[in-house]
């Protein structure tokens, strides 16, 4: 065998060991960037988790709206009752001060009539 045959031999069989070592190499990698996807995987699971225990500002915006919107029906509600109850009131003494002058007017016209009549 001639000596250019001999370094042809050994630079194909180096050129193998370098492919088998690329393989050996490029198989790590994957194992290692699975791995990391996997760790990076379940980080952003956890994220999303968290994520869902939180409420976003406009959600909580539209809570407060509804909660003053409902909160000035109810407050507009309560004036409106009291306001009836304070009408009420009224009425009632408008009645009682009518019926405590008409059973007056009836003792002074009684008064009257009966000291007409010695």
Known sequence: MRRSDQLR???????????MVLGLVLAFMWNELQRRLGILNHA???????????VTDEKFGDFVKRYDENREAVAGQLAERRGDKATGIR??????TIAVGAIGAIIVVANILTSAHP
């Open 44 to 54: 952003h699971e956890q994220a999303v988790e968290v994520q869902h225990t939180y």
């Open 9 to 19: 031999a050994i630079d194909n069989e180096r050129r193998r060991e370098m492919l």
């Open 91 to 96: 009425w009632t003494a408008i009645a009682v």
